[in-house]
């Protein structure tokens, strides 16, 4: 199955940045990464991104790239925000459009589930709002908005590498659920017949491969080794 991930917005989209300057495509685009990552762990899945990191793509652009290519389902990852000041509105909320066949409802119930149980996020529930990504779209289509940019407690969640790829464990746990979709390990034929031995003791080492003062630099090497099939994270010390 074709699966379309849009990490809503551009690095240079305007607004959409918490008041300490946080952009939210920073926080959507890694989720949209890791995403990406564990959708490709499962069997016949093949993921698209809608965004692009080099411009901010018009969003006819990227619901006429979804219905071209005929997507299964269509995913918009978000942070939200409630004005441009800190303000108390907190949590997580997930929208359909008014008009949609039952099984997006199904979907997008199984995605906000497991956001709202992974993150331990206020439950703001399953909204209706007639918004381009959700109208346009040809196929199942469903708007994550994960947090608050203006909300102090959860901007520094979604500045955290662990509540990020947290978001994107649950988006792909409701996919997969939804699309009954079974891990390649299942399927009896590779890794599992030569699986990796087990550390004989607690604890792992790990090795560290670079350390940089500037964030994008860290997120840009851990998006090249997760593409190499390595589980590479950030750690901020
Ligand atoms: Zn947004």
């Known amino acids: 199955m074709k ?4 990490a809503g917005h551009g690095y240079t989209t ?3 940045r918490s008041p300490d300057g946080m952009r939210e495509y920073e926080f959507n685009r890694v989720v949209a990464n890791y995403a990406k990552g564990l959708l490709e762990d499962y069997q016949n899945v093949t993921v698209y991104f809608a965004h692009s990191d080099k411009r901010d793509v018009p969003l006819k652009g990227r ?3 979804a219905n071209r290519l005929k997507v299964d389902c269509y995913v918009s990852i ?3 925000a409630y004005g441009s000041n800190w303000n108390d509105a ?3 909320e997930t929208y359909v459009h008014p008009v949609r066949p039952k099984k997006t409802t199904e979907l997008a119930k199984k995605i906000h589930r497991n956001l709202v149980i992974a993150t331990g996020l206020k439950d703001r529930g399953l ?9 346009e779209t040809e196929m199942s289509a469903v708007l994550a908005e994960c947090g608050f940019m203006t909300n102090r407690e959860d901007v520094k969640q979604l500045r955290s590498d662990t509540f990020r790829k947290t978001c994107a464990e649950a988006i792909v746990k409701g996919i997969a659920d939804h699309f009954n979709l079974r ?3 299942d399927a009896g034929t590779s890794p599992s017949k030569n699986p990796a031995p087990l550390p004989s003791k607690k604890g ?4 560290q491969v670079g350390a940089f003062d500037d964030k994008k630099n860290a997120d840009e090497l851990v998006d090249q080794l997760i593409k190499r099939g390595f589980p590479a994270y950030i750690l901020f010390e």
């Open 3 to 6: 699966i379309m991930l849009d």
């Open 14 to 16: 305007a607004g959409k």
């Open 63 to 65: 619901t006429d790239e």
């Open 78 to 80: 978000h942070a939200n």
């Open 90 to 92: 907190n949590g997580i």
């Open 127 to 135: 909204k209706e709002a007639d918004f381009h990504v959700l109208r």
């Open 183 to 185: 891990k390649k390990t």
């Open 204 to 207: 792992q080492y790990k090795v």
